[in-house]
C-alpha cells in the first residue's frame, strides 16, 4: 500500500517563505512523476507544479518565480519551497504522485496560511 505524507504547512506572513515535504513509501515500484496541487475552500483543486522522476519541472504561472519544485529520489521525496507567499496562496496543499503503470495516490493534505 502506498502512502504519501506532507508536512511543512503553517500560518506565515505575507512575503514570507515556507518548505512543504511529501514523502512517499510502501510498494512503490516506478514513480513517473510527483507534484503539488492546492485547493482554498470554495475553489477548485489547482495544479501548482510537477516533477519527473528524470528531474523535468514544469509549474503554474501563479507558481513561477516564486516556489521551486524539487525531489530527493533516493528518500521518494518531493519538496516545494515557497517564497514570497501571498494571501491567495492560502490553501491545502496535496502531494501527488504517478507511477510508470499508471497509478495516481494523493497525499491528505498540508494547509497553508498566508496572513497577518
Known amino acids: 500500500q502506498v502512502k504519501l505524507v506532507e508536512s511543512g504547512g503553517g500560518l506565515v506572513q505575507p512575503g514570507g517563505s515556507l518548505r512543504l515535504s511529501c514523502a512517499a513509501s510502501?510498494?512503490?515500484?516506478?514513480?513517473?512523476?510527483m507534484g503539488w496541487y492546492r485547493q482554498a475552500p470554495g475553489k477548485e483543486r489547482e495544479w501548482v507544479a510537477t516533477?519527473?522522476?528524470?528531474?523535468?519541472?514544469n509549474s503554474a504561472i501563479s507558481a513561477k518565480g516564486r516556489f521551486t519544485i524539487s525531489r530527493d529520489g533516493a528518500r521518494n521525496t518531493v519538496y516545494l519551497q515557497m517564497n514570497s507567499l501571498k494571501p491567495e496562496d492560502t490553501a491545502v496543499y496535496l502531494c501527488?504522485?504517478?507511477?510508470?503503470?499508471?497509478?495516481?495516490?494523493w497525499g491528505q493534505g498540508t494547509q497553508v496560511t498566508v496572513s497577518s
Open positions: 510502501g510498494s512503490i515500484f516506478s514513480i513517473s512523476s
Open positions: 516533477i519527473s522522476s528524470d528531474g523535468d519541472t
Open positions: 501527488k504522485m504517478r507511477t510508470r503503470r499508471g497509478f495516481i495516490y
